[in-house]
């Protein structure tokens, strides 16, 4: 069975501050793992994801995540945070094949301090 | 493309009343998934469709909760018989896979916010 586990459910920066958030993932057979961004009241816009191949991931408004099997992590960063940069970020994984369907963490609330 | 769509927005209804959603998928996406949010959770998978056969369904999804796609295009989710525990956002995502092992990505409607009082 494939699981995540996002450590810190709030997590606040200043503008300007590096954003880190924390994604371990459980999974039997080689995983897809996705990072995903909620806006209030909007659906999920995906960031970043990760298949095969290179291990530095990088997405869009400046996000990366790097894939480490050894400590399967997928941990979201950027440099350098923008208010903009304020809603809910959720990692997924799944295994591909038939159904793909994803399995989601319980998601992050990243808060930006002017 | 404008994208995936989602009607209604917003539904409230009584205990015990049936609910219907729709969900309209990025046009020629062959893949078709709904899942369901409720407050503080990240999704959770209820059953998806490859073209109009539904494939999978999660154990989540009770004998209430119907959905298809016929025609392979639009998809209906339906609920029976409401109940307060139903209270979620139902979420819609599209995507075109065109190999089994595709990691096609899933792009997500904005997602139907249902209240049962």
């Known amino acids: 069975a494939q699981s995540v586990t996002q450590l810190g459910s709030h997590v606040s920066v200043s503008e300007g501050a590096l954003v880190l958030l924390r994604c371990n993932y459980s999974s039997s057979v080689p995983p897809y793992l996705f990072w995903y961004v909620q806006y209030p009241n909007q659906g999920l816009q995906l960031l970043l994801k990760y298949t095969t191949g290179a291990t530095l991931v990088k997405g869009i408004n400046g996000f990366e995540a790097e894939f480490k099997k050894s400590e399967t992590s997928f941990h979201l960063t950027k440099p350098s945070a923008h208010m903009s940069d304020a809603a809910e970020y959720f990692c997924a994984v799944s295994r591909g094949g038939a159904t793909n369907k994803l399995i989601f963490g319980t998601g992050t609330l990243l808060a930006v301090q002017p | 493309d404008t994208g995936v769509s989602q009607d209604p927005r917003h539904k409230i209804t009584k205990r015990g009343q049936n609910v219907t959603f729709r969900c309209d998928p990025i046009?020629?996406?062959?893949?078709l998934y709904w899942y369901r949010q409720t407050l503080g959770q990240g999704p959770e998978f209820l059953t998806y469709?490859?073209?109009?056969?539904?494939?999978?369904k999660s154990r989540l999804l009770s004998d209430r909760f119907s959905a298809e796609r016929p025609k392979g295009s639009f998809s209906t989710l339906e609920i029976q018989r409401t109940e307060q525990g139903d209270s979620a956002m139902y979420l819609c995502?599209?995507?075109?896979?065109?190999?089994?092992?595709?990691?096609?990505?899933?792009?997500f409607g904005p997602g139907t916010r249902l209240t049962v009082l």
């Open positions: 046009s020629e996406h062959n893949r």
């Open positions: 469709f490859q073209n109009e056969a539904q494939l999978e």
């Open positions: 995502a599209s995507s075109l896979s065109s190999r089994p092992t595709s990691s096609g990505e899933q792009f």
